[in-house]
């Protein structure tokens, strides 16, 4: 190399790891990546070369070149020949670090190594990205000379699928498990039991998919409720997804909830439960007070149970849940009180704590580790237990204290059933927005915990329960690209990791989606347009300055004003808009190789736009309460309205409603099933008011939620009217301006009424 040559490389190896991060878009970020001089393109039937004798390798070379091809990249061929253009080596067992690698991109062509199957994989999903930064074509990629030695910081990479609250089809879940290989996650845990769903088929105990997996949907109180819902896997679907994960590198957990969230099994086998009596497979959302039984005849029926579940997922973990065991049947019971005098416990958190380590012998004693949500905690742990921290991180840091392993998995920020933005085109879920950054920015060693229990974390989970998630579209939206910030923040090192440098490489992956078919959340990039003025201001002055933005201020937002599609070529936005009443201007943010990052969103100064709220534009009244966006038909497989609802308190506030216009106000309602199984406390806690009409009413008034009332709209009979109506009623006001507070009466103990729009009508 010349001396200049060697200057430039010097530079290049130099910069800052974001900048050679954006250069090399990879995802997660690797531990170390040097940039060189030079390229080196790959073309269609170029060859991948193993060893003959290494059918992992084998295997991650074919699915590297199946990969590179769906995602718009040369199609690449395996082979054994002197001229491949790319090497996966099995090196010495024990040379590099436990899922690492070393990959290498020179004139020669593109080698990489690693001395594990798990390193072999990882290299190979490298090589995928490498391969398909976002400018290749079927016909060939230019890749940079680079070097790259990688190695993952945590060993738990994991993701939850909650199958039991609505259950997805197991091509779905294979879905998933693609896309977690794809960025080096490793652990798939599947939620296949609770109060609402059985999910696996147990031989021994067939009423458990024949009861246990279905349930009657919850009532609103109209003609078309209760229609069956539910649905299982076999254990063959169930072993063939395990090798299908296996041969991607992820481990599939399986975790059956005790001794809590045992509705649907006691449903099935009353005799698995604490009274012996049969409930229904519950319909309703919640935490529901059926436990197991600490007696014999349940003790036979856990362990027949888990004898099956052992049999068919290999996992060295196995999840016993552990969480949200209401202790009531326990309390009451003779036969739990007399077992609890008999083995000398003080109370109900002892005997939970008898419980789990009862498991937790059985599995030890099959080789197998029990991990359990932070409530095992509650009364001392088994000695091999593992906690899943998900109250926060103080149960990491208790049981890590102890000398136990911990996954970091708290809430809200690694539940992605919390939406990703406030947008008025979020699907369902829980109103706590944790966006893109929010997740980035995590870190699973808590800030509490002692640097010498540091080693005991194992890494983190990100969850997504399913009580408000029920389509394979509302999966995919939920859980990507929220999974790469998780990628990251589990495998890379803290000082690899970088906000700005992530959203760069964030750009080709979003296109990789799209190819694969994959429904990414657009929430980060989308554009939000905030007019300078109320509306009431904005109908007198007939214009407005309108700012153009998106949650991660990434991207070049490109807008019109003629209706037409926004594109590259369109016009770049540099500052705020003027608009004249009647504009519309269509916006979308596009990357630096000019894709689009986000689907386009518009902006209408119209005196209809400016006079309409929908619910995501109303403020739910402050108070206590469980904040949610709900649908409309809980348990259907089709899209359908969301409603941003207060369960306490169904009240809402249309802050600054411009009324000197309105003559009447239209409300568009809902009818939701009041599905929720609320403790003690909670129901109190419910507001309900006087209802003037016999099925219910929408009361609204002027000036708050205190001020006169200006409009009443009663509710029709819901055997007589479908479960999206509109109600219209005169409003009584000459005010120019002010908050609206509306409010849905219904019947006591009757359905739910969430506001889907609330519109003001001129005169």
Not at 112 to 137: H, M, V
Request: proline share 7%; charged share 25%; with cysteine.
């Amino acid at each position: 190399m010349t001396r200049k040559l060697m200057i430039f490389a010097a530079a290049v190896a130099a910069l800052p790891a974001a900048a050679q991060q954006r250069s090399v878009p990879l995802i997660p970020a690797p531990a170390m990546l040097e940039t060189q001089r030079g390229t080196l393109r790959i073309s269609a039937g170029d060859t991948i070369a193993v060893a003959s004798d290494d059918p992992v390798a084998t295997a991650a070379g074919t699915r590297l070149a199946e990969l590179v091809a769906k995602m718009g990249g040369p199609r690449l061929v395996m082979g054994d020949g002197n001229r491949a253009a790319i090497r996966l080596v099995r090196i010495a067992k024990g040379s590099m670090p436990e899922e690492g690698y070393r990959l290498s991109v020179t004139r020669a062509g593109v080698r990489a190594e690693a001395a594990d199957d798990a390193g072999l994989r990882n290299a190979a999903a490298t090589l995928a990205q490498l391969l398909t930064p976002g400018d290749q074509d079927l016909k060939g990629v230019t890749v940079p000379h680079l070097r790259i030695e990688d190695r993952p910081r945590f060993r738990w990479r994991g993701v939850m699928l909650d199958v039991a609250r609505h259950f997805t089809t197991i091509e779905q879940v294979r879905k998933v498990v693609d896309t977690m290989a794809q960025h080096k996650l490793n652990m798939l845990q599947l939620h296949l039991t609770d109060d609402q769903g059985w999910r696996m088929e147990i031989k021994r105990f067939p009423e458990l998919t024949r009861i246990g997996a279905w349930r009657k949907g919850p009532s609103t109180g109209g003609p078309d409720d209760g229609k069956r819902y539910g649905g299982f896997f076999t254990q063959d679907e169930l072993r063939d997804l395990v090798a299908y994960a296996r041969e991607r590198g992820v481990t599939i957990v399986p975790e059956i909830d005790m001794p809590g969230h045992a509705q649907a099994a006691v449903a099935s086998y009353p005799e698995a439960g604490v009274f012996k009596d049969r409930p229904v497979v519950s319909p309703e959302w919640g935490i529901n007070p059926y436990l197991f039984g600490t007696d014999d005849q349940a003790w036979t029926f856990i362990t027949g149970v888990l004898d099956e579940v052992l049999e068919v997922f290999p996992s060295t973990y196995i999840h016993v849940g552990g969480d949200e065991a209401l202790k009531h049947q326990w309390q009451t019971s003779p036969v739990a009180q007399a077992q609890m005098k008999k083995l000398g416990l003080k109370n109900e958190e002892e005997l939970q704590s008898w419980f789990v380590d009862r498991l937790g012998r059985y599995l030890a004693d099959r080789g197998r580790r029990l991990i359990g949500w932070d409530e095992i905690l509650e009364g001392g742990l088994p000695a091999s237990a593992t906690v899943m921290s998900w109250r926060g991180e103080e149960g990491a840091v208790a049981a890590a204290g102890l000398g136990h392993d911990v996954v970091l998995s708290p809430g809200p920020v690694m539940y992605l059933d919390n939406l990703q933005s406030a947008r008025g085109d979020e699907p369902h879920g829980r109103l706590a927005v944790q966006s893109l950054e929010t997740v980035y920015r995590y870190d699973p060693i808590p800030a509490k915990l002692s640097p010498d229990r540091a080693h005991h974390v194992l890494g983190a989970q990100a969850n997504l329960w399913a009580e408000y998630i029920k389509t394979p579209a509302q999966i995919d939206h939920a859980l990507f690209p929220r999974l790469d910030a998780l990628a990251e923040l589990t495998w890379s090192s803290k000082e690899a990791r970088n906000w700005n440098a992530f959203l760069s490489r964030l750009e080709p992956q979003m296109a990789r989606y799209s190819r694969q078919g994959v429904g990414a959340a657009d929430s980060a990039f989308a554009v939000d347009f905030t007019p300078d003025r109320p509306a009431a201001d904005l109908l007198d002055r007939r214009r407005a300055t309108v700012t153009l933005a998106n949650q991660a201020k990434h991207g070049t937002i490109r807008f019109t004003r003629d209706g037409s599609e926004p594109t590259v070529r369109s016009s770049t936005y540099r500052g705020p808009l003027a608009l004249a009443m009647g504009d519309r201007v269509r916006a979308r943010p596009f990357g630096k190789d000019g894709a689009p990052l986000a689907a386009t969103r518009e902006f209408a100064l119209t005196a209809d736009a400016l006079m309409t709220r929908d619910s995501a534009g109303l403020d739910i009244c402050p108070g206590a309460g469980i904040r949610l966006r709900v649908a409309l038909h809980p348990d259907t497989n089709a899209d359908a309205p969301a409603y941003n609802v207060n369960l306490f308190d169904t009240c809402w506030l249309y802050h600054k409603a411009p009324l000197a216009q309105a003559a009447k106000v239209e409300v568009a309602l809902g009818r939701l099933a009041r599905h929720y199984a609320l403790r003690q406390p909670q129901r109190e806690a419910v507001i309900w008011r006087y209802n003037p009409t016999r099925y219910g009413s929408v009361v609204i008034r002027s000036g708050g939620c205190e001020g006169a009332v200006v409009a009443t709209l009663p509710i029709p009979d819901p055997e007589a009217s479908p479960n999206r109506f509109v109600l219209t009623a005169p409003l009584g006001t000459d005010e120019r301006e002010a908050d609206l507070c509306l409010v849905t009466i219904p019947s006591e103990g009757g359905p739910i009424y969430g506001i889907e729009r609330v519109r003001l009508i001129p005169q």
